[in-house]
């Protein structure tokens, strides 16, 4: 962990600094835990009582007035200052250091550049291409004919299966499987036949994937995930599947087959979303929707089946008004019977 002087904190993130230029700040932590000679940072509004009772030294505020004790840096993104300090406070460290175990099973011909870091039973066949400063920690398969940029990361007991094309700077996380059969059967008398799932996967530059995932390839052709893409863990991404750029999807989400994934959506935890559908360019899904149909641009949708996201909410409250609508129902039905029949008495001349 470094230390750094707040005047520097300033110009690292930017910001404008009222406060102690000199103080050293030897950490970063949440604002209600944070100690002396400690960052904190707030991004959402709510966390703004914290900064009464906070000890943190110093806090990275957006433009405004706040009352507190604590040293100042105003910034534009507090949130991504917040990042580019987490990253000099705890750079990564990688423990692999660059060359190739003897435990390591390489095929002949395999092409790696410099700086290359291959950890304990990595195996790698035939006809793979690793480009320069690539970590391979213990377990990685690389199957045949695997491309594979500069500066990757891939963690322990991942499966990048044969003829698979991985970008640059890319982070794959432990037990995710990239190239898996996708899911296709014809049904044939009573059974299914296994259709060949001759196609690859394509990841570009920049993407993250979390830990157990499995991205399938195609049938024919590519899945593709663009660049800047942020896949949590536990997704699921069917064959032929192709999601956009700097789209971010969140755990427990199930992708089907075929579906086209905009530009920039945003798609909460436990999504399911139908194949063969388009979801445009920023598109927000709520979590647990479920996705059936195609969405236009720019559209936020929750709730099963996933409606506009205003239209659910106003379904949600109707719902729970549900139970007072039926005792006031079921009290109208007895006033209205009553009625009836004292209107069939006045009719009889009762």
């Excluded at 404008?16 to 700040?25: T, W």
């Excluded at 990757?152 to 794959?172: A, D, F, H, P």
């Amino acid at each position: 962990m470094n230390r750094m002087k707040l005047a520097e904190i300033a110009r690292w993130v930017n910001g404008r600094l009222i406060g102690d230029g000199n103080i050293e700040i030897t950490g970063i932590a949440p604002i209600e835990t944070a100690k002396a000679g400690e960052l904190s940072f707030i991004a959402n509004p709510r966390y703004k009582k914290f900064l009464q009772t906070t000890s943190a030294s110093a806090v990275l505020v957006p433009e405004g007035n706040w009352d507190t004790t604590a040293a100042l840096i105003f910034c534009r993104n507090p949130y991504l200052a917040f990042a580019q300090l987490m990253r000099a406070f705890f750079p990564k460290k990688h423990a692999i250091q660059p060359g190739v175990h003897p435990s390591a099973v390489l095929a002949e011909g395999v092409q790696m550049g410099e700086g290359c870091a291959v950890a304990p039973l990595v195996v790698i066949e035939k006809g793979c291409q690793l480009g320069q400063n690539v970590i391979l920690y213990p377990g990685v398969y690389l199957g045949e004919g695997v491309e594979i940029g500069d500066e990757v990361v891939i963690y322990s007991n991942v499966s990048v299966l044969e003829g698979v094309k991985i970008g640059n700077r890319v982070i794959i996380h432990a037990n995710s499987v990239i190239g898996s059969d996708g899911f296709g059967f014809v049904p044939h008398e009573g059974r299914y036949v296994k259709i060949p799932q001759a196609g690859t996967v394509v990841i570009e530059d920049d993407v993250e994937i979390g830990a157990n995932c499995a991205i399938d390839r195609a049938t024919l052709g590519e899945t593709r995930i663009c660049k800047g893409t942020k896949l949590d863990n536990l997704i699921q991404v069917a064959h032929n599947v192709q999601i956009g750029e700097n789209t971010v999807i969140a755990a427990q989400t199930g992708i089907s087959g075929s579906t086209k994934i905009g530009n920039n959506v945003t798609i909460g935890g436990q999504v399911g979303i139908a194949g063969h559908i388009i979801i445009g360019d920023r598109v927000v899904c709520g979590a647990q929707a479920g996705v059936t149909k195609s969405i236009p641009a720019g559209t936020v949708v929750s709730g099963y089946q996933a409606r506009p996201h205003r239209q659910q909410l106003r379904i949600e409250a109707a719902l729970q008004n549900l139970p007072k609508l039926i005792k006031k129902i079921a009290a109208m039905e007895t006033q209205i019977n009553k009625l009836e029949k004292q209107l069939q008495k006045n009719q009889n001349g009762d």
